[in-house]
């Protein structure tokens, strides 16, 4: 309840901030809204993919940040998991699609899945091992992963027929999954991480390492394998939300894989309470932002980058009203006793 | 491209190793001033994203490059005022302040850039701050002296003065130096808006002396790398200011690697220095500084307890 | 003169000083005691500034005054050494004073070293803090305050945590401060403190002064009546040894690194017999910290073997070694004992959650969990509501939470570090009685301790540490604060 009423504040502030913005630059805000809203409506294929990619890499970040492994390299995650997932669908899977075409979905969905999880194991364990701060190695990470992208798609993986465009040849047809199969996906994964840290064992000791290291040494938890645990999972979504692009919306590699999705996911999950469920409610207002951000861009020629902004924006926000919050809670007490 | 002459390849590596490692050092000086009086400022890429953004602008604006570094390290002042209020005054998680700084920051530029900078090839004012201009500076800019002296200055009052000892001591145990008449949030505030304000002149650096244009991906990750070197280098500005320069020199060499065509993808050439910061992260930690008087500040991402 | 007319300060419901009068003047030392949560830290904070009364009035030297900081204080020379010492570990000596004080460097030094000089101190001045052992640091403390011209000194505890020698320093130099025409507030919980050095004694409880006299007039039993009421602290003198031959816990030749600036262990072997106390005496720092995590498991030794019940434990974790028996109450309760942002049943069952008792195939049984924790709230009868959150414990009630977990499943041997400290009497008391119930089942308790008499009243065998060696031994029956203090002073 707290966690909601922050997050609605934090919302609207972010939200009368950016139509301040919006009108010194001379755009009539509700009209902008509007353009937003319609475009949203008129793609609303693309703003529902989205939401499910950003709910995946949000319910992701909840489970690390759930643990205090603040893993804010989701954006590389998610792109190695596009690697991976490309590379099974151009070039590990046979050109019949020998025995059915979704074991080989599945196969790339899977290797997507594995190639973030792994790409997030490494900071985990150095952590773990030589206490290495998470947020400086994911992130670098993160420059490391979009850089090999951008090889693969310029370089080595580059549409031979593709008129010199970036991009990797696309995926051929029937490997793609629809949107309810993601949806599906993206449902189980909240469902799972929400039972998983609210239900069992590991997630309590989550809870526990998240307070202090020393305490979770001291009642015996074993902290290399619960940051793993944390971490593969973590990594693990954020690759399957690339392998869900490849394989779902963009259907090839491309530039547009890696457009930010890993850093306003962290936004969500703040505004989410660290819930992997709370995620699935915030993540489409986010989505719609971010599709209806275009609109901005062709009627208005304000820049998509006003999306980041915003993004950032709100998260000071949050920590402010969550302060309000904490102090009239604190008000609100001392009146009782 | 190898028509340098009377220069030979390291040299010119050194050179340009130099010049990028003049706004690295001032950036990360101001981490180091701030994390030693326990304030961690992860807002630092963005702050640098703003301050290049608007010490180009203003230049181009008002024809006067050492203009635009004021404005620069007054932009970067007002960011980090914003920071010193939720992580110093409000006692918000400095992590996620610092992300959000950060997301915003980066954000404002690239959303605000492309709307104010109309590009011009090598406008007038770039030459105030280029180094040819200057024939006593040995070839270097004059910001590269002006990060030397504040590097300096910084070792200087950090080490021996009593404001150098209120700062360590607000970074190691805050209740104590508040019990000993330190204004322990005063000086952590100011900590943070001298390093908001370092960071943002090192924007305009990057922007006016080193790029001399101005891109909407310009830190370029390097505020993360600054904040990963300066754990790595036991928040000592002396120290943090040669790593600068060794990351800078990586830097310098790829990008020489680059421009000779070496036979790797510019997009492998450039992970070098995010790789090289990796491995000498987790190398520090592995094989960290003998303990001396200059060790983690305590309190480092610990606000002030009432 | 510094008066205090009818402070009264609340906190919520607690009146933690109710209509307070007290007045000193230079030359007196004056006593206040009474139990943890009589009010006495509270009005020492009051006096020094750190809060703010919310009714009453301060006269200082004639003119009222009302503090907004500690500095403001200081300014009209009334200064403060709390238990825990407000210095900065990583400055020298030196800078720690010239923070607090500033102006001039070398005038500082002058200064500083004319009042060393003067009362005898043999305080170093340019090493960092985390170096020097407690009395030196406490000097500084009073040395800061003296160069700070304070006339008024409130010493909050002073000697609780300094073995007898330095404690009779740390009176000498009271009556030398009071011979100075300083007036000296000493706050403290040890009658011999009152008896042997002060003029003057009040006696505190429940917020209000229930006592007023000067020394002569009373007595220990006077005091110890007024101050505590009926409680009595139990001691393991009239228990019959309980020892076992057999050996639970043998350490042999353990050796590791310290941390910053404290002793490591530099060939340490001890045994533990069943059915016994084993006491650790010495001043924190000089390897005791170690110790424990070895033997619990949180630190690995660099050489050396640990065997407990014949098993050997030496790379064991802590959770292997817990399941074999092995209990830990550690020094630092707020950082390793409990998280805090957890509900006190996440914390009661933070050594069982994985049993699958308490959860079937790794599922958190939330109401199993909470019978588990209430039935663990019973043993030491206490009955927090089993979601508050643990941070809003107070210190004897997280050490209670600590020990009913802890003794939950009667360990073969309890590794107690300083499980008494910062307690109130009446937390001691208990803290106490459970250590000597758990011997009398039958377990052992290793029992580090700082506090002499608390060691000696409890152990059946004491060993003696210092620089992280084991100096000596003190056989049951001949053990006393003397021979005890020789052994420390010795080494």
């Known amino acids: 309840m707290k966690h909601l009423v922050a997050a609605v504040f934090a919302l609207l502030a972010a939200l009368l901030l950016g139509f301040v913005v919006l009108w010194i630059l001379h755009v009539p805000p509700l009209d902008a809204c509007k353009g937003m809203l319609a475009l949203c409506w008129a793609r609303k294929m693309d703003t529902a993919a989205k939401a499910l990619v950003l709910c995946l890499l949000g319910t992701g970040i909840s489970v690390a940040f759930r643990a205090g492994f603040w893993n804010v390299g989701a954006e590389g995650q998610l792109c190695v998991g596009a690697i991976a997932a490309a590379g099974i669908g151009l070039y590990v899977a046979p050109a019949s699609l020998w025995p059915a075409p979704w074991l080989w979905t599945a196969l790339a969905l899977v290797a997507g899945t594995l190639a973030g999880a792994f790409w997030c194991l490494g900071p985990a364990l150095v952590r773990a091992k030589w206490q290495v701060s998470e947020v400086v190695t994911t992130l670098m990470l993160v420059y490391v992963a979009k850089r090999l992208l951008e090889y693969l798609y310029l370089g080595p993986w580059r549409d031979p027929q593709g008129y010199g465009f970036p991009g990797s040849a696309p995926l051929s047809a029937s490997l793609h999954v629809s949107l309810v199969w993601i949806a599906i996906l993206t449902g189980v994964g909240a469902i799972i991480c929400a039972l998983l840290v609210k239900k069992t064992v590991i997630g309590f000791e989550m809870s526990v390492l998240s307070e202090s290291r020393d305490v979770a040494r001291y009642g015996g938890i074993h902290v290399g394998r619960c940051l793993a645990i944390v971490g593969m999972i973590s990594g693990g979504l954020a690759g399957l939300a690339g392998a869900v692009q490849v394989t779902g919306t963009a259907g090839r590699l491309i530039s547009g894989i890696s457009v930010g999705d890993g850093f306003t996911a962290i936004i969500i999950a703040c505004l989410a309470g660290r819930h992997p469920l709370g995620v699935l409610i915030v993540a489409p207002f986010w989505a719609m932002l971010k599709v209806g951000a275009e609109d901005l861009e062709v009627s208005y020629q304000i820049p998509q980058a006003f999306s980041t902004a915003l993004e950032g924006i709100c998260l000071l926000c949050w920590l402010t009203s969550v302060w309000i919050g904490r102090r009239w809670f604190r008000r609100f007490r001392g009146n009782l006793t | ?306 | 003169m510094l008066e205090a007319c009818a402070i009264t300060k609340c906190f919520g419901a607690t009146r933690a000083n109710d209509a307070v009068d007290l007045e000193i003047s230079p030359g007196e030392i004056l006593a206040i005691v009474g139990e943890n949560g009589a009010g006495k830290s509270t009005l020492v904070k009051i006096l020094c500034g750190l809060l703010k009364p919310d009714s009453g009035t301060l006269v200082v030297d004639g003119r009222p005054e009302a503090f907004h900081s500690v500095s403001q204080a200081v300014s009209v020379g009334i200064a403060a050494v709390h238990q825990h010492f407000a210095l900065v570990p990583s400055l020298t000596g030196l800078e720690n004073i010239w923070l607090a004080v500033g102006g001039n460097r070398r005038d500082l030094v002058q200064r500083a070293q004319k009042i060393i000089n003067r009362l005898g101190l043999q305080v170093p001045l340019d090493q960092p803090i985390h170096q020097l052992p407690v009395p030196f640091q406490q000097q500084l403390e009073i040395l800061r305050a003296l160069v700070q011209n304070c006339k008024y000194l409130l010493l909050d505890e002073p000697t609780a945590a300094l073995g007898s020698q330095d404690a009779d320093a740390v009176r000498r130099l009271a009556g030398s401060l009071a011979l100075s025409d300083h007036a000296v507030v000493l706050i403290t919980h040890k009658l011999s403190d009152v008896l042997e050095c002060a003029h003057r004694v009040v006696v505190m409880r429940q917020g209000r002064i229930v006592g007023n006299w000067p020394i002569h007039e009373t007595n220990a039993a006077a005091i110890s009546d007024a101050m505590i009421g009926e409680i009595s602290i139990p001691s393991n003198h009239n228990c019959l040894p309980n020892c076992g031959r057999d050996v639970v816990l043998d350490v042999q030749n353990v050796s590791c690194s310290g941390s910053a600036g404290t002793a490591g262990l530099t060939d340490v072997s001890l045994q533990v017999h069943s059915g016994e106390i084993l006491g650790v005496a010495g001043v924190s720092g000089n390897g005791q910290e170690p110790l424990a995590e070895v033997v619990t498991g949180l630190k690995s030794p660099e050489s050396g073997k640990i065997l407990f019940l014949d098993h050997d434990v030496t790379y064991h974790s802590p959770a292997r070694r817990h399941r074999l028996g092995l209990a830990h109450v550690p020094a630092d309760r707020r950082r390793y004992g409990a998280a805090g942002a957890l509900p006190v049943y996440g914390n009661l069952c933070l050594r069982r959650y994985r049993e699958s008792a308490l959860s079937p195939k790794g599922w958190i049984r939330s109401r199993i969990w909470k019978q588990f924790a209430t039935d663990l709230m019973k043993t030491v009868s206490a009955d927090w509501p089993l979601d508050f959150q643990t941070r809003h414990l107070s210190g004897g009630n997280l050490q209670k939470l600590i020990l009913a977990r802890e003794l939950d499943a009667s360990p073969r041997l309890l590794v107690a570090v300083y499980p008494t400290r910062g307690l109130d009497v009446r937390a001691v008391s208990q803290t106490r009685r459970i250590l000597l119930q758990s011997r009398r089942a039958g377990g052992s308790v290793l029992l580090i301790s700082e506090d002499l008499r608390e060691l000696l009243d409890l152990s059946d065998r004491i060993i003696a540490m210092s620089g992280g060696r084991i100096i000596g031994s003190v056989e049951p029956g001949q053990a006393s604060a003397a021979r005890l203090g020789q052994l420390l002073g010795g080494g």
């Open chain 2, 1 to 306: 491209m190898m028509d340098w002459p009377a220069m030979n390849m390291a040299t010119a590596i050194w050179m340009a190793a130099v010049a990028y490692a003049s706004p690295m050092m001032l950036a990360a000086l101001g981490e180091v001033i701030s994390e030693r009086a326990g304030v961690m400022n992860l807002g630092l890429e963005g702050m640098i994203a703003v301050g290049a953004l608007v010490g180009y602008g203003v230049s181009a604006d008002h024809g006067s490059a050492w203009l635009g570094l004021a404005a620069g390290g007054g932009v970067g002042l007002l960011l980090g005022a914003v920071h010193a209020a939720l992580a110093v005054w409000i006692g918000a998680d400095q992590i996620v302040a610092g992300l959000g700084m950060s997301l915003a920051a980066t954000g404002a530029a690239a959303f605000l850039g492309p709307m104010w900078i109309t590009w011009r090839s090598q406008p007038a004012f770039i030459s105030e701050l280029s180094a040819s201009r200057y024939k006593a500076l040995l070839g270097f800019p004059p910001t590269t002296y002006l990060a030397l002296a504040l590097g300096l200055i910084a070792v200087s009052v950090l080490s021996g003065r009593r404001l150098g000892i209120a700062i360590r001591a607000s970074g190691d145990s805050p209740e104590a130096a508040e019990a000993l008449g330190v204004r322990v949030r005063a000086v952590r505030s100011s900590c943070v808006l001298v390093g908001g304000m370092l960071a943002g002149l090192s924007g305009a650096i990057l922007s006016l002396a080193y790029a001399q244009t101005w891109t909407s991906t310009m830190p370029n990750g390097m505020g993360w790398i600054i904040i990963a070197l300066v754990p790595l280098s036991g928040w000592r500005p002396g120290r943090v200011m040669l790593f600068c320069l060794l990351l800078a020199a990586v830097n310098a060499l790829q990008i020489r690697f680059q421009i000779i065509g070496v036979k790797l993808s510019a997009s492998i050439l450039d992970m070098m220095p995010y790789v090289a910061t990796l491995i000498a992260v987790i190398a520090g930690r592995i094989w960290p500084w003998r303990k001396g008087r200059w060790n983690e500040p305590s309190a480092l991402g610990r606000p002030l307890e009432q």
